[in-house]
């Protein structure tokens, strides 16, 4: 004879494939990773990593080389989809969706290597990068002054600080210069969220301080996911941070509690403390 317990319980929801059914995601979450897991063969670059980046909130995935972080970074936009695990963007199943779907949804991302037109003007690629994700991108008509596009451009000039390198080549800028531009073209169509991949690579002290300045200067409702070697950017500039260690998350908390972990430090930090 079955339980009071057993008839008062009803049965545990399923999805159609037969899984346990996932809960109601949060409207206020930009991104929600669950189990994302990314092999190579019987390499597991990425191994079930699961965290979740509110509409607006800033943050950074930390870790030595080799942690997995620009492989999630690649399961996250499409590159190189997962092979396990779901990966939700504004409480929308993007899994399985090609790159180009993802950009047209609101997701952006740098690279470790800048991806520029070497040849071509600052300002010129900024608006390529405004014309990318603009509906009218395959119109072979000249823009007039008054164009959207060009006005998008021009505050895309001002904001990443570079009007006054607005026809400037690219390949005559400075490499924190460059970076300043691949943020800038990520910035194109007012996008919901932005993965940096280490943009404080290979920058001067004086480069590094305008980084922070332009990170800090990214409108409040806009989240952003950054990776970074430079601990000191990474924890002046997010809410939160998700550590990884060969593959896998290690811990995840605030900037302070990150900072202070002893696991962390022993790991990632290393002699620094």
Not at 108 to 129: G, W
Request: hydrophobic content about 40%; overall charge positive.
């Amino acid at each position: 004879m079955a339980s009071v317990a057993s008839i008062a319980r009803p049965p545990a929801a399923r999805a159609a494939d037969g899984r346990p059914a996932q809960p109601p995601l949060a409207s206020s979450d930009a991104l929600v990773l669950t189990g994302v897991t990314r092999t190579f063969g019987a390499l597991r670059a990425v191994d079930d990593v699961s965290f979740s980046v509110a509409a607006g909130q800033k943050y950074a995935v930390l870790g030595s080389n080799g942690a997995g972080k620009t492989t999630l970074f690649n399961a996250i936009t499409g590159d190189f989809p997962p092979t396990a695990g779901r990966i939700h963007f504004f409480g929308e199943d993007i899994t399985e969706l090609p790159p180009y779907e993802r950009i047209r949804k609101g997701l952006r991302r740098t690279y470790q290597s800048s991806l520029l037109f070497r040849e071509l003007t600052v300002r010129d690629n900024l608006f390529l990068a405004v014309r990318g994700v603009a509906s009218g991108r395959f119109s072979c008509w000249r823009p007039r002054a008054g164009d959207a596009s060009m006005s998008a451009t021009r505050n895309l000039l001002e904001r990443t600080r570079l009007a006054h390198l607005a026809n400037e080549r690219v390949a005559n800028l400075a490499h924190g210069q460059q970076r300043q531009l691949e943020i800038g073209m990520a910035l194109a169509g007012a996008p919901r969220l932005v993965l940096f991949d280490e943009p404080a690579a290979g920058l001067s002290p004086a480069e590094r301080r305008e980084l922070v300045a332009l990170l800090r200067s990214l409108p409040a409702h806009m989240s952003f996911v950054l990776i970074e070697h430079d601990l000191d950017i990474a924890l002046r500039v997010v809410d939160r941070v998700t550590v990884m260690h060969n593959g896998r998350e290690l811990r995840t908390g605030s900037p302070q509690e990150i900072e202070n972990d002893a696991q962390v430090q022993a790991i990632y930090m290393g002699s620094r403390h």
